[in-house]
């Protein structure tokens, strides 16, 4: 059975983590996607966190699945050249370096149009244009000029970054959405396009709510934040959910960093709730009875609520409390993660072969297609596909050799 993306070209000239997330995606789809780096060294995260010494990085083997790897040198007139046959070939061509990197190899946008006119064009930068576009940006900058660290720690302290890698990840998704709908037209226009995502935006879009927040903010204080004082300002809510369900994560037994679960108090979830934790009384009981009753007091229910899970794991709670159909969800720590073997099962985590590493872990394909499922292939090497690539565009193995003499590959 053929993939989703089947006869689809990327050239995938990007680094570090958001753009080789995008690319990653576009793979597990089935697109072919060639990875342009520069020769000897490669994309930085080869070489970066190593745990073993001259193998390349699970930095970069957890983001470049399914790819095949070529060298170019850009700068030189042979890898140039060797570029732009190959942009003749393609249907995407993706990258996220510093503005006008690209235009100074001496490929604008107007000369990919004329080499390819189909080409859809995407990339990924810091911010849009204005103030903020030649400023360099990392994941916690995006996270912290698109809202996200703002709102995210316990009131009284400082901001915080999330583990989620929502500015760099987060923006790729983002962008292999543009790609697909750019792709999308081209089937009727037969034109291709840019696509830009900045990585500032993408995370304001994951942070939306809090803006949605910041306006209701003109008409009183957020009455389903377990704050005691409002500004002008969304404030940091801890583990509060914000939303129209009240949750909070509970400290469970025995009382490790991660022994907790995440609890929500549905109306319905309320009766069974009081008679888990032994407080039957509670659910008829007008000042506990109805959410409206329970909102000046949250602290005090989950309160109630967790004196009850400190006595049973994490586990035993999950248990109790879906057999009541009450949401909730154990905090997992990665070792739990990378050990589950329901995860494993689903192809959530899957171990992959590496011909100089060995096995190694990594994530699945979170996209599940039912005509196009998805097999994790190993990162490839550096230039492991150079003569296959370049075999395709009509390549001799004697130009080969000299482009090898060049320093072009």
């Not at 915080?160 to 226009?189: C, P, Y």
């Not at 899970?309 to 949401?327: C, G, Q, S, Y």
């Not at 005509?371 to 003569?387: C, M």
Request: aromatic share 6%; hydrophobic share 40%.
């Amino acid at each position: 059975m053929g993939k989703a993306l089947d006869g689809v070209r990327v050239l995938d000239l990007t680094h570090v983590q958001s753009g080789p997330s995008a690319t990653q995606i576009l793979a597990w789809l089935g697109a072919d996607v060639i990875k342009v780096e520069a020769p000897g060294r490669g994309d930085i995260t080869r070489g970066q966190l190593r745990d073993l010494p001259g193998v390349d990085s699970l930095y970069f083997t957890m983001l470049n699945a399914n790819k095949r790897s070529i060298t170019l040198n850009m700068k030189s007139d042979e890898g140039k050249a060797v570029f732009g046959q190959l942009v003749t070939t393609a249907d995407v061509l993706v990258e996220n370096f510093g503005p006008g990197v690209v235009d100074r190899f001496g490929f604008t946008w107007e000369r990919l149009q004329d080499l390819n006119p189909g080409l859809v064009y995407a990339s990924i930068k810091g911010f849009g244009p204005g103030r903020y576009a030649d400023f360099k940006a990392y994941e916690v900058i995006a996270q912290a000029m698109g809202g996200s660290m703002a709102t995210t720690g316990f009131e009284e302290g400082p901001p915080l970054a999330t583990g989620a890698q929502i500015g760099d990840s987060g923006t790729g998704i983002h962008l292999v959405a543009g790609i697909l709908a750019a792709l999308f037209q081209r089937t009727s226009t037969g034109r291709g396009q840019r696509v830009q995502v900045a990585m500032q935006d993408a995370v304001l879009n994951l942070c939306r709510v809090k803006l949605r927040d910041q306006q209701r903010l003109a008409h009183g204080p957020l009455v389903e934040y377990p704050n005691e004082h409002f500004g002008d300002e969304v404030p940091r809510s801890g583990n509060a959910s914000g939303g129209g369900q009240p949750g909070w994560a509970v400290r469970c037994a025995p009382g490790g960093p991660n022994d907790y679960i995440y609890v929500i108090i549905q109306p319905v979830g309320w009766q069974p709730i009081t008679d888990l934790i032994g407080k039957p009384e509670l659910a008829d009981d007008p000042a506990w009875a109805t959410p409206e009753a329970r909102l000046d007091k949250l602290d005090k229910a989950f309160a109630l609520i967790e004196e009850w899970t400190e006595r049973h794991t994490k586990w035993e709670v999950l248990d109790a409390l879906n057999a009541h159909d009450i949401p909730c969800g154990p905090i997992l720590s990665t070792r739990e993660l990378i050990e589950d073997e329901t995860l494993a099962e689903l192809g959530t985590v899957v171990e992959v072969e590496h011909p100089e590493r060995g096995p190694y872990k990594t994530v699945g394909s979170p996209l599940k297609l039912s005509d196009s499922p998805v097999d994790v292939r190993r990162s490839p090497l550096l230039g492991e596909h150079n003569d296959e690539v370049l075999a395709e565009l009509g390549y001799l193995p004697e130009q080969l050799a000299r482009l090898r003499t060049a320093g072009a590959i």
